[in-house]
């Protein structure tokens, strides 16, 4: 099991470049979502899934999309990269099976936008 | 509007003494709670959880605290270790949608 994965580990984009952020699980967990750390911030809520097909958005959606075609794969797309994107993005998953939604997470991606 | 806040920033500590980490929110229905531990340049890994029909959940040297009448919940590691030194996040949750809120953070240094 390798459990929550994320690439690349560190990307610099240029403002208004696009570019998608990966996440996979292989738990076969119906959850997966996308947080993003910031200084003072703690992790805030981009977009989840309930599961293939359903997406939704957390508390700061704006300016990143999301999809979930299979259990497996969660990507994060940036159409239009801002510097205030600039941040640490992880990629969690969590089962149904666990009724205190326990989250796994993945190793993040360190994004610089100039 | 800070759903899940952790008022103090920093806490230092003796190895050996008990660490009390403190977490407030303000959501009544908020309905489970869990708190994960972060080392530098790694993810956020699980370390203890509660469901909002119980006060108290131990698991080793560590044990969470739940009171509802105040909306407060604290992570107490006994005896504090220097492996324990991290930023330590409370996050609260409800319903079937695997969404958790955050607070902003602790980091604890526990000195040898």
């Known amino acids: 099991n390798a459990g929550v994965t994320q690439t690349p580990k560190f990307q610099v984009l240029k403002t208004g470049q696009s570019m998608t952020l990966q996440c996979a699980q292989d738990?076969?967990?119906?959850?997966m979502s996308w947080y993003r750390q910031d200084p003072g911030m703690g992790l805030r809520l981009i977009h989840y899934?309930?599961?293939?097909?359903?997406?939704d958005q957390g508390e700061v959606p704006n300016g990143y999309n999301v999809s979930r075609s299979t259990t497996e794969d969660f990507p994060l797309r940036l159409l239009s990269a801002a510097p205030s994107q600039t941040s640490v993005y992880f990629c969690?998953?969590?089962?149904?099976?666990?009724?205190?939604?326990?989250?796994?997470f993945g190793p993040g991606t360190r994004l610089l936008v100039l | 509007d800070q759903q899940v806040k952790q008022n103090s920033p920093s806490l230092s500590v003796q190895e050996g003494r008990i660490s009390i980490l403190n977490c407030d929110y303000t959501?009544?229905?908020?309905?489970?709670f869990l708190w994960y531990k972060k080392y530098p340049a790694e993810g956020p890994t699980f370390l203890i959880s509660?469901?909002?029909?119980?006060d108290k959940n131990e698991d080793g040297r560590f044990t969470v605290f739940l009171n509802k009448s105040a909306k407060h919940l604290s992570l107490h590691i006994v005896p504090s270790q220097p492996g324990d030194s991290a930023v330590y996040f409370c996050?609260?949750?409800?319903?079937?949608?695997?969404?958790?809120?955050f607070g902003q953070g602790t980091t604890l240094q526990v000195k040898p």
């Open positions: 738990m076969n967990h119906e959850y």
């Open positions: 996050a609260a949750g409800f319903g079937n949608t695997g969404k958790l809120i």
């Open positions: 969690a998953s969590s089962s149904s099976r666990d009724t205190l939604r326990t989250q796994y």
């Open positions: 899934s309930v599961g293939a097909g359903i997406t």
């Open positions: 959501n009544s229905m908020f309905d489970y």
């Open positions: 509660i469901s909002s029909i119980k």
